[in-house]
């Protein structure tokens, strides 16, 4: 069954359980300063899990787009991608455990096909420090899930990864771990959870490749969690239960279910090839590379793998608006994009193959997410730009290896042409040699040092945006919130009507805001901007909300909504409208939060005020604004 119709058969699977299916959320988050990227499926739910009411229901599903750029040194291997899809299925205070397992292992076992005998599943064991209870519940449910297929599970108590290596499987089917493996939230273990986040208990899937030997570089015995790549899982059941407070925790309004599965990983169980390249979604791209290299895959694994990779990633980047360069989500863009090139030369391929292979992923994947046929031209152009910019940027490379003169090249030289120009390595080397010059013999053990410190500073970044908790959620990011709308709002009154939101983001500080405009705002107008603005808030303008269908909404209604946004079918809207007018000032899609009413804005005395406004990219324009 390819990946394309796992997909499929998973949305309609869950579609006749009544549940509602939604579209995927962009890559970038909206309104959410704690992360880079949309990295899970639950991430754009979180508002509803902690209590809001969604409206399409109570139950939802969907096959959502994530990228982790902290697996950037991990990919080249045969499972890791920072580019991936993750089938999802919530309740929001609906069904619970019995039903949530029951019909994952029904649409493994029955609906794809997989061999029951080669699912092992895991189970949280519990944490004494903060009176949490082993799953023996969700144990016991498994038990009677294999039993109907004549397996008897066995429980094993395991612990952390590190002790399954020692203990080993023990003929065990169903295995206890701690909070390192089945405790799921944003930020990691329980330890790691901020004051805010929610989390819970959870029950991962795995699938056994029985070709594959034990590697004992990963501990002296297999288990589920072992690196070894025998084990890989396929799907994580989080009952998410539980809020974070200051020291310990309290249960969420509701009990809800957080499923995530990686469709590339469900792909090659149901292939039974422990290469997720080998899958569908991505074995065409590496046949392109393949056809363009004259080389073959199963000599050049790494390169083309990285390759396959990083540019299914930037095409979706593309595709949700996101520019390369040297700042958040541009440099990580670019970063990718540089890294595809880096390995292709690796493989031979020169500058110009970008227009070749970026047409082949867009096929893969424009019959379901239609967003990359209507932007096809524009995906090819920004990445083939780019490539083309690293052109010069190899020859920047060139010109400061040049600067070195012949003094003795070390680690830290090669590191800084890689790190900071993006000079590939392997041709820093070559061109070392070819300039007569002195390697230092240590140069790889320097270079590896530099890059393993580069690597933990990224998966610190990556783990730390959280620290903060969930970010858009308190009272003064309600506020900006309210201020994003009536300035959106304004800046159509002053600008014109060809003012469309491109994105924005909100701190405790600031908010900042991207918009449609060809040139750069004059002092007048922004003053103009500033001056209704406050003029709304002192009218103290009602803030509520009703919930429509998508077409009426906009079609009908005119509410206005951000560029490149996709919606289901009921939408929220939020209106802001004096208590004598006739409309209201501001009608706009969103999920929320906001203030009741906006006369709460200028609480202490402070006013709305614009303190930059400069370009983003072609034809965007960006402002931040602060409440001072």
């Keep these: ?83 991936f899809e993750m089938l ?25 096909g997989l061999d029951p005998n080669k699912l092992y599943v895991t189970c949280f064991i519990g944490s004494e420090k903060y009176n949490i209870v082993k799953d023996t519940e969700s144990a016991k449910i498994w038990q009677e899930l294999f039993k109907t297929k004549n397996i008897v599970a066995k429980t094993v108590d395991i612990g952390s990864e590190e002790d399954g290596g020692y203990k080993g499987m023990q003929d065990g089917r169903i295995f206890y771990y701690d909070d390192s493996k ?29 070709f594959i030997q034990h590697d004992s570089r990963f501990g002296k015995f297999c288990h589920p969690n072992c690196d070894c790549g025998r084990f890989m899982e396929i799907g994580n059941s989080v009952f998410m239960e539980y809020l974070k407070t200051k020291d310990n925790f309290v249960k969420l309004p509701n009990k809800n279910v957080d499923f995530g599965g990686g469709l590339e990983r469900i792909a090659a169980a149901s292939e039974n090839v422990s290469d997720v390249f080998e899958i569908s979604l991505l074995r065409p791209i590496i046949d392109k590379l393949e056809i363009l290299s004259e080389k073959k ?59 070749n292979v970026v047409p082949v992923i867009i096929s893969l994947y424009i019959n379901d997410f239609p967003e990359l046929k209507l932007q096809d031209k524009l995906i090819v152009e920004v990445l083939t730009r780019e490539e083309r910019i690293f052109a010069q940027t190899l020859k920047k490379g060139l010109n400061e290896l040049n600067k070195l003169g012949d003094k003795l090249i070390t680690g830290q030289d090669i590191f800084k042409l890689y790190d900071t120009y993006g000079f590939p390595v392997e041709l820093s080397v070559e061109e070392v040699f070819r300039l007569g010059y002195k390697l230092e013999q240590t140069w790889q053990t320097d ?55 491109h994105g924005s983001n909100i701190t405790e500080d600031r908010l900042r805001f991207d918009f449609s405009h060809p040139q750069k705002m004059t002092g007048e107008e922004i003053k103009k901007v500033e001056d209704i603005v406050n003029q709304q808030i002192n009218n103290d303008l009602q803030v509520s909300f009703h ?56 609480e202490g005395n402070k006013k709305f005020k614009i303190i930059k ?16």
């Excluded at 205070?93 to 029904?106: A, H, I, R, S, T």
């Excluded at 990691?188 to 208990?201: L, T, V």
């Excluded at 500073?457 to 309600?478: D, P, Y």
Aim: aromatic share 12%.
């Design 613 to 628: 406004e400069e370009s983003s990219s072609a034809g965007i324009r960006r402002i931040k604004a602060v409440l001072i």
């Design 182 to 210: 089945n405790w799921w939230c944003r930020a990691g273990g329980i330890d790691a959870m901020p004051s805010g986040e929610p989390g819970g208990p959870d029950s991962e899937v795995f699938y056994e490749f029985e």
């Design 88 to 112: 999802g299925n919530w309740s929001l205070g609906d069904y619970f455990k019995k039903e949530q397992l029951g019909w994952f292992f029904e649409f493994l076992v029955d609906k794809i």
């Design 1 to 83: 069954m390819t990946a394309q119709e796992i997909r499929k058969l998973y949305l309609d699977y869950f579609k006749t359980k009544k549940h509602a299916i939604i579209p995927r959320a962009l890559l970038v988050p909206q309104n959410d300063s704690s992360t880079l990227f949309t990295s899970s499926g639950m991430q754009p739910l979180v508002p509803y899990l902690l209590g809001e009411t969604h409206p399409l229901g109570n139950r939802l599903v969907d096959s959502q787009t994530c990228l982790r750029a902290q697996d950037i040194p991990d990919v080249g291997d045969n499972r890791h991608t920072t580019f």
């Design 447 to 501: 270079f590896d040092k530099a890059m393993k410190l580069q690597r933990d500073r990224s998966r610190t970044a990556g783990k730390g945006v959280f620290k903060g908790g969930l970010g858009g959620n308190s009272e003064i990011h309600k506020k900006y919130h309210t201020a994003t709308h009536l300035m959106y709002r304004a800046l159509k009154d002053v600008l014109g009507e060809h003012v469309t939101q």
């Design 547 to 602: 919930e429509y269908s998508t077409k009426k909404a906009i079609n009908e209604l005119g509410a206005v909504g951000a560029f490149g946004d996709r919606y289901g079918e009921v939408v929220k809207v939020y209106s802001m409208q004096g208590k004598t007018a006739t409309k209201p000032f501001s009608f706009e899609i969103c999920g929320g939060p906001h203030v009741e009413h906006t006369a709460v804005l200028k």
């Design 297 to 355: 895959y199963q000599s050049h694994q790494e390169s083309m793998r990285v390759i396959a990779d990083h540019l299914r990633a930037a095409v979706f980047l593309a595709a949700d608006t996101v520019i390369p360069s040297n700042k958040t989500q541009g440099y990580v863009m670019r970063r990718l994009i540089r890294r595809a090139i880096r390995y292709a030369f690796d493989l031979g391929i020169e500058f110009g193959f970008f227009e």
